[in-house]
């Protein structure tokens, strides 16, 4: 294979969001450094977040879309500080990236690490291993809606909230969830809804999917109500595989799904644009900790796992599973930060999974 330079966008953003993307930053170029000239990368590091929007009134610049565009992908942390308004610097910087770059598909894999104890004890790897698919353009999140009658002295102010189901929206997300349960060996596709209650937007959901589960026989489905889902979780992990929700729903989902696995430190997630008419972006799901940021305790592991989805997105899958066996082996061997009870630093576990890419063959 040629040798390929990946350029990537860094945006650190808030809290621990900096620990973190540090954290992956030195485990990809490890592996870079280690292939051989197989690949190399060009981090472009952008200071986008909160406190650029102390500076300048903005969470980025108005071109920030066009600066990173050109990019094959955008490695990112966390957004979120108690100085502006979590709606704010969400739909300012987070959200601005995943809706203008048509990040349609936000992959939420849930899997047990060795040597973390689960709330679940008696479960194990094989029980938990299963990967959420969030549709992450519309739903809940579509932003429709609006406040009317602000400020009145009665407090009679109200606002709407709108959740926006398209055929064209559901469809391509529930299609992306059959494909991705034909690549593992269950099979097994879940689907998330509500229709008892939401009886437009989550029955014209359910009927979009039975139409294009007519497409993939070989995939064995289940319909379960999001209520329900979230017993299941904890209740019979076993039972899943592929799990396709609503923007909300798998929202909520995928953080119990990682606290079930341990911590929400673990957790990674990719936001597709499948077409790849834009870059994708790779971030853990957690958020900036302000509780733990700057103390050099984050769980750097879901970023670190992050930057592995990254590189699996951009052809290298080789790599992606390297990165994948040395989390492993660091867990296994008990190097761990205090949120999975361990002792370990941010750096620590960093340099111990840099380590552990050495020994793969
Ligand atoms: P959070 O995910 O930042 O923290 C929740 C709890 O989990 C905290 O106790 C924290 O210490 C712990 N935690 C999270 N990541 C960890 C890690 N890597 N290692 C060890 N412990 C970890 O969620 P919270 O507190 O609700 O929100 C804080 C800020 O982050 C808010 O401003 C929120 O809007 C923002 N946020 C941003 C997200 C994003 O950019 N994708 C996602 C979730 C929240
Ligand atoms: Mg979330």
């Known amino acids: 294979d040629a040798p390929r330079t990946l350029e990537i966008a860094a945006i650190p953003a808030d809290g621990i969001g900096h620990d973190v993307v540090g954290a992956g930053r030195e485990v990809v170029d490890a592996l870079a450094a280690a292939?051989?000239?197989?690949?190399?990368?060009?981090?472009?590091e952008y200071d986008w977040g909160s406190d650029y929007y102390a500076k300048h009134g903005v969470m980025m610049p108005a071109d920030g879309?066009?600066?990173?565009?050109?990019?094959?992908?955008?490695?990112?942390?966390a957004v979120g500080w108690p100085t502006v308004p979590d709606h704010v610097s969400l739909w300012g910087l987070?959200?601005?990236?995943?809706?203008?770059?048509?990040?349609?598909?936000?992959?939420?894999?849930?899997?047990?690490?060795?040597?973390?104890?689960?709330?679940?004890?008696?479960?194990?790897?094989k029980d938990l291993d299963w990967i959420v698919v969030r549709e992450n353009s519309e739903g809940e999140y579509s932003g429709f809606g609006g406040r009317n009658f602000a400020g009145r002295p009665d407090h009679q102010e109200f606002s709407v909230q709108s959740a926006v189901f398209s055929e064209y929206g559901s469809e391509r997300i529930i299609r992306f969830a059959f494909?991705?349960?034909?690549?593992?060996?269950?099979?097994?596709?879940?689907?998330?809804?509500?229709?008892?209650?939401?009886?437009?937007?989550?029955?014209?959901?359910?009927?979009v999917f039975d139409r294009v589960a007519a497409d993939y026989p070989e995939v064995t489905t289940e319909s379960v109500l999001v209520d329900a889902m979230a017993a299941k979780f904890?209740?019979?992990?076993?039972?899943?595989?592929?799990?396709?929700?609503?923007?909300?729903h798998a929202d909520v989902l995928s953080d119990l799904g990682s606290a079930l696995a341990g911590s929400l430190g673990l957790a990674s997630s990719a936001n597709l644009n499948p077409e790849r008419r834009f870059p994708s972006m790779f971030e853990p799901v957690h958020g900036s900790a302000p509780d733990i940021a700057g103390k050099g305790i984050a769980n750097p592991l879901g970023a670190i796992g992050s930057a592995a989805l990254m590189l699996e997105?951009?052809?290298?899958?080789?790599?992606?599973?390297?990165?994948?066996?040395?989390?492993?082996?660091?867990?296994?061997?008990?190097?761990?930060?205090?949120?999975?009870?361990?002792?370990?630093?941010?750096?620590?576990?960093?340099?111990?999974?840099?380590?552990?890419?050495?020994?793969?063959?």
Not at 35 to 44: A, Q
Not at 65 to 77: M, S, W, Y
Not at 235 to 248: E, I, M, Q, R, T
Not at 345 to 355: E, L, P, Q, S
């Open 65 to 77: 879309r066009e600066q990173v565009a050109d990019k094959d992908a955008i490695f990112f942390g």
């Open 234 to 248: 904890v209740l019979k992990p076993g039972d899943l595989d592929v799990v396709v929700a609503s923007n909300l």
């Open 35 to 44: 292939s051989g000239g197989r690949f190399s990368v060009n981090w472009t």
């Open 313 to 361: 997105h951009l052809g290298l899958p080789e790599e992606a599973a390297a990165i994948h066996r040395a989390i492993e082996e660091t867990t296994r061997r008990g190097v761990l930060t205090p949120d999975v009870g361990g002792t370990a630093t941010t750096a620590d576990v960093t340099r111990a999974v840099i380590d552990h890419l050495a020994l793969v063959p």
């Open 179 to 207: 494909e991705l349960a034909m690549t593992r060996p269950r099979r097994k596709l879940s689907k998330v809804t509500k229709s008892n209650a939401q009886q437009h937007g989550m029955v014209l959901w359910d009927d």
């Open 94 to 125: 987070r959200l601005a990236l995943c809706q203008g770059f048509d990040q349609w598909a936000n992959i939420r894999p849930v899997q047990f690490l060795p040597g973390i104890t689960s709330p679940l004890r008696a479960a194990d790897e």
